[in-house]
């Protein structure tokens, strides 16, 4: 029987009169050293989707005020080595914030990020290694533009 999970990915942004910003962050070397959005697994205590994702940014990256959260994009995908035999739900958000918005890399109980960066929507799609974040960036660029 095969086990379903739910995740949530957050590709945060911030606008000024110029332009569109978006943040990635890159994982640690022992978490392959990838740039990508704010990712998290939904835990018992998250009751809702959107718990998670309001969980997972506040940990991963300092973050409790947003100005809009949009839902952008959805997929499924089944899991490999540790993971196999469990499908993941993936849930992908836009999420605003204001431009003064400080990030705080989470750094207990462990570290998962080791750095972040904001750049344009052609940056961001050249850091993000898998398909569906480009496609989930892509959808959310198309909205903004």
Known sequence: MTQKKDKIQAIVYRKNSQSIEYLALRRTKEKGNIWQPVTGNRDP???????????????????????????????TYKGSGSKKGIEFNEIVFGVEIE???????????????????????????????????????????????
């Open 45 to 75: 205590q998250d009751t809702t989707i959107l718990e998670c994702l309001k969980r997972e940014l506040e940990e991963e990256i300092g973050i409790k005020n947003m100005l809009k959260i949009e839902e952008i994009h959805q997929f």
């Open 99 to 145: 431009t003064s918005q400080k990030i705080i890399l989470q750094s207990e109980p462990y570290i998962e990020h080791e750095d972040y960066l904001w750049t344009s929507y052609d940056g961001a799609f050249e850091l993000f290694d898998f398909v569906e974040q480009k496609e989930a960036l892509n959808k959310l660029h198309k909205k903004l533009s």
